[in-house]
């Protein structure tokens, strides 16, 4: 990325990023990366790169050993309170409240982060009403679809007005109908302004979504690009033959 890119247009600046956890394992060896406000980005790569430990330093569940991390300018470290407030986190493991209704799930979020009691009114119908669970409102988490609980999580972390969304597997282990379901919701957030980072072992779903890559494989960030440049870059034709050749590795399914 151009040097000219002013600071507070990217929503994620991270330099030299390592973690070594304390078992010895390096999981991140030195990432630099830049997502600018707006982008739809995606980390594509097999299991074990290191995406989540990534995801984890950026939203302060992990400690970085050296280097850093600014999300639209706040450093996850040293200024993680503000850092906090940008970032939205939809974890790849649904960890709902079986026993809260969809509405208290929503409310409760809203509270752990400051907002004002009609604040939260507003928005919490309005994501009811963009993720179509409005008639599920009074539900608890135990009684809801597979789909549901996947755009519940999703509409929890957007409930804070983040402007900064990181989705970490959305579609692990769903049907492709509830994918593409999924994707029209990312979309349409993305749209809407917000700033995503999709993590994903999905070819189809990088390819869809995310106006920019960044392969990841190994602690490392092989290439950043768009599908054409990926391509290009590896002389390919498929963005399926640019993970194959990048990481080594075939395809999950
Ligand atoms: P990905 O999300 O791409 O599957 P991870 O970030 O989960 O990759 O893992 C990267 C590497 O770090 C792997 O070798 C994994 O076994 C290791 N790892 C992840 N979490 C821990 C942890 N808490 N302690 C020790 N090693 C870990």
Request: glycine residues 10%; contains cysteine; aromatic residues 8%.
């Amino acid at each position: 990325m151009s040097s000219t890119v002013k600071n507070e247009t990217l929503a994620l600046d991270v330099k030299g990023l390592k973690k070594t956890y304390d078992s010895g394992t390096k999981a991140l060896k030195g990432i630099d990366l830049q997502i600018k406000s707006g982008q739809f980005f995606g980390l594509l790569g097999p299991n074990g790169a290191g995406k989540s430990t990534l995801i984890h330093t950026i939203t302060g569940l992990s400690m970085p050993t050296s280097g850093s991390a600014k999300v639209f300018g706040s450093d996850v470290v040293g200024d993680y309170k503000t850092a906090r407030m940008y970032v939205g986190l939809s974890p790849q493991d649904i960890n709902l409240d079986w026993f809260l209704t969809v509405e208290q799930t929503l409310d409760f979020h809203a509270g752990y982060y400051g907002m004002r009691k009609k604040e939260r009114r507003q928005r919490i119908d309005e994501l009811l009403k963009v993720f179509s669970l409005t008639d599920k409102k009074d539900s608890r988490g135990m009684f809801l679809s597979g789909g549901m609980k996947r755009r519940m999580v999703i509409a929890r972390a957007l409930m804070h007005k983040p402007e900064f969304l990181i989705l970490d597997e959305p579609t692990a282990g769903v049907d492709v109908e509830l994918r593409r379901e999924l994707w029209k919701y990312v979309k349409k957030i993305n749209e809407q302004g917000t700033t995503i980072l999709l993590t994903t072992h999905y070819i189809e779903e990088a390819e869809e979504l995310c106006d920019q890559i960044a392969v990841i494989n190994a602690g490392k960030i092989l290439k950043i690009g768009t599908v054409a440049e990926l391509k290009k870059a590896y002389k390919v034709k498929t963005l399926e033959d640019v993970y194959l050749k990048a990481t080594g590795k075939k395809v999950q399914s």
